[in-house]
């Protein structure tokens, strides 16, 4: 099992992107996806999660900000960034927690995309 993040970049602060997660292998069922960050010197933080179900949930740095989504069928998920702040550069990371063919449920981890926001 892989999980492959896409989308960060450099953007000026007021400004958007969209970060994309794909899982790939012999996957069998999704739990839970999220997106985590780790800025320079900080502890990697929960930034936002989503169930199987469509529950959603964030951290209140990025409330009303960032938005968690997720495709089933494509094992993909998403995290739409608007009004970044200075403060929202870090390295991102997805995490899912997988059950793939011959294994125990497991999480985990995408090999994390750099989002600088600087004008």
């Known amino acids: 099992v892989q999980l492959q993040a896409f989308g960060g970049g450099l953007v000026q602060p007021g400004g958007c992107l969209r970060l994309?997660?794909?899982?790939?292998?012999?996957?069998?069922?999704?739990?839970?996806m999220d997106w985590y960050r780790q800025a320079p010197g900080t502890q990697r933080e929960l930034v936002a999660t989503?169930?199987?179900?469509?529950?959603?949930n964030y951290a209140d740095s990025v409330k009303g900000r960032f938005t968690i989504s997720r495709d089933s069928a494509k094992n993909t998920v998403y995290l739409q960034m608007n009004s970044l702040k200075s403060e929202d550069t870090a390295v991102y990371y997805c995490?899912?927690?997988?059950?793939?063919?011959?294994?125990?449920?497991?999480?985990?981890w995408g090999q994390g995309t750099l989002v600088t926001v600087s004008s």
């Open positions: 995490n899912a927690e997988i059950l793939a063919s011959g294994r125990l449920w497991s999480s985990y």
């Open positions: 994309s997660c794909a899982a790939s292998g012999s996957i069998i069922g999704i739990r839970a």
């Open positions: 989503t169930t199987a179900g469509g529950s959603t």
